[in-house]
């Protein structure tokens, strides 16, 4: 008998399995594909290094890095190229995102002033923010969209050209959808202590007050990080290829396989997104089968084209930009990986990628590969002046794949914490319940591991 079974091999998996294996515990990765990652592939072609899922660990929350250099991969951490800009579209135009913003929403007035994303009269409603009344005693403690609060706070305008493309490019979500307290909960709080978040935020740094800029990334693209972690842990700890079917037992476990075989385990960690979840739940707790199954994921595609640097007019000059929804041009975001990032195409080339679907367009995985690379082309052609075809095209598409964390998400995922009270020596991590980006997945991963070395002594002394 070993004492954890973790399913799913993707980051949060890893991490579990990592802080468990730094406890001494024996452990084994049970993951359905044929890799471990989950959503974090890297690839090279020809040259160029391309991650078709992730590619930025965000330094503001540090335990992605953090991991890196545990792995040993400290040195090997990069970060954005400047000039650090990124940019959104309006009017057929690239307007750069404005320095010092909550959300975008410049804190300072040069920015503010300067910026031609917004209309003068835009600008005044947002400004008008600072006057605002805060949200009724009373109601604070409900949640609500992040579309709803920034209307409420800075307008429409800022809602349409700024929260919502922002929230498409990096969560694949939809604005009015998502969930203030579960995505910005420091933003409820600053409305909520100071009446309004210009105020708040005007009077402190809003990010890393850093030379680095926000991002790091690896050489290799975020698989070098993978590839570190199934090292580390041994790759027979590791086993792909494995889906898991049914568990039973109530502490020791049976999990079965698809290869047909059982596995004896003192607790079981599921690293799985939450439907799964939800399904290897369903005989063992309705409840939680009910509330893990009811938290939504979009389907996304990322479509990497290579170009010869001089068939692209446009000078790069950022990481990439987001596309508002009414600009409809068929895309959610564009980055620029090899002007963000070093060394991702050989030289005279860039490589860049579009992200596609999402919340706003779920039909967009049934287009074919070259409907994709069609769009794509059409989106980024007339914006970055592309003459000719791309050298290659290489499409990712990730069914279900993005945790939406939406109005009402910390509740429901209350309600299954407190059911999960009942299930002793089983635990649930992942994207799809306490965070999502990567570093919120390798700290929750690794709190979930704690908690089952916590278990496993306690219940080893009855
Ligand atoms: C296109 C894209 C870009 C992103 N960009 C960023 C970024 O730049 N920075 C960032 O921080 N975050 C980013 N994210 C979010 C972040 O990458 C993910 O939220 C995170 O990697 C999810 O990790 P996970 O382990 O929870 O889930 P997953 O990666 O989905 O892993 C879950 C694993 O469980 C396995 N599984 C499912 N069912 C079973 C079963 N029954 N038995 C065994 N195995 C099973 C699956 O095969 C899968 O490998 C991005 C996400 C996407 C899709």
């Known amino acids: 008998m070993i004492d954890a079974v973790v399913v799913g091999g993707g980051i949060a998996g890893l991490a579990t399995a990592y802080e468990l294996s730094k406890r001494d515990r024996s452990f084994v990765v049970l993951e359905r594909g044929a890799r471990a990652g989950g959503v974090i592939l890297s690839e090279e072609i020809d040259g160029f290094t391309i991650d078709g899922g992730p590619d930025a660990l965000l330094i503001q929350k540090p335990d992605g890095i953090q991991l890196c250099q545990e792995l040993g991969l400290g040195d090997r951490l990069v970060v954005t190229k400047p000039p650090r800009l990124a940019y959104i579209q309006r009017g057929g135009t690239l307007h750069p995102l404005p320095a010092a913003s909550v959300l975008g929403i410049p804190t300072r007035f040069?920015?503010?002033?300067?910026?031609r994303l917004f209309s003068w009269p835009g600008k005044i409603r947002m400004g008008m923010e600072l006057f605002i009344a805060p949200r009724r005693a009373g109601s604070d403690d409900g949640d609500e969209s992040i579309g709803a609060f920034m209307t409420r706070r800075f307008g429409r305008e800022a809602t349409t050209y700024l929260a919502e493309p922002l929230l498409a490019g990096i969560h694949a979500g939809d604005v009015d959808r998502l969930s203030l307290q579960a995505l910005f909960p420091r933003f409820a709080e600053a409305e909520r202590?100071?009446?309004?978040l210009l105020r708040a935020f005007s009077r402190r740094p809003t990010g890393p007050v850093s030379v680095e800029?926000?991002?790091?990334?690896?050489?290799?693209?975020l698989?070098?990080?993978?590839?570190?972690?199934?090292?580390?842990?041994?790759?027979?700890?590791?086993?792909?290829?494995?889906?898991?079917?049914?568990?039973?037992?109530r502490g020791p476990f049976l999990v079965r396989t698809s290869n047909a075989e059982t596995i004896d385990a003192?607790?079981?960690?599921?690293?799985?997104?939450a439907f799964a979840?939800?399904?290897?739940?369903?005989?063992?707790?309705?409840?939680?089968?009910?509330?893990?199954?009811?938290?939504?994921y979009a389907s996304a595609a990322t479509v990497a084209l290579a170009f010869k640097r001089d068939d692209v007019r446009h000078p790069l000059n950022g990481s990439g930009f987001v596309v508002p929804r009414v600009e409809a041009t068929g895309i959610l975001a564009g980055s620029w990986l090899s002007s963000k990032w070093p060394n991702r195409a050989p030289d005279?080339?860039?490589?860049?990628?579009?992200?596609?679907?999402?919340?706003?367009?779920?039909?967009?995985?049934?287009?074919?590969?070259?409907?994709?690379?069609?769009?794509?082309?059409?989106?980024?052609?007339?914006?970055?002046?592309?003459?000719?075809?791309?050298r290659f095209t290489r499409i990712f598409r990730w069914e279900r794949s993005n945790a939406q964390h939406e109005v009402g998400h910390l509740a429901r995922v209350a309600a299954i914490e407190r059911a999960l009270g009942k299930h002793p020596g089983l635990f649930i991590t992942g994207s799809g319940f306490r965070g999502t980006g990567i570093p919120d997945c390798v700290a929750d991963?690794?709190?979930?591991?704690?908690?089952?070395?916590?278990?496993?002594?306690?219940s080893a002394k009855v």
């Open 348 to 390: 005279g080339h860039v490589l860049l990628r579009t992200f596609v679907g999402g919340a706003r367009d779920p039909e967009a995985l049934q287009k074919s590969d070259q409907e994709l690379v069609a769009l794509s082309m059409n989106a980024l052609r007339p914006l970055l002046g592309i003459r000719g075809e791309p």
């Open 277 to 296: 979840t939800s399904a290897l739940m369903r005989d063992r707790d309705e409840e939680i089968a009910r509330l893990a199954g009811e938290i939504p």
């Open 213 to 221: 800029g926000a991002f790091k990334s690896l050489p290799g693209g």
């Open 223 to 249: 698989s070098e990080m993978v590839r570190a972690l199934v090292t580390t842990l041994g790759p027979a700890q590791v086993r792909t290829g494995t889906r898991v079917d049914a568990i039973s037992g």
């Open 110 to 115: 040069g920015p503010f002033a300067r910026t």
């Open 193 to 196: 202590t100071h009446g309004s």
């Open 445 to 458: 991963g690794r709190a979930t591991a704690s908690a089952v070395d916590a278990f496993l002594q306690t």
């Open 266 to 273: 003192r607790a079981v960690v599921l690293a799985t997104p």
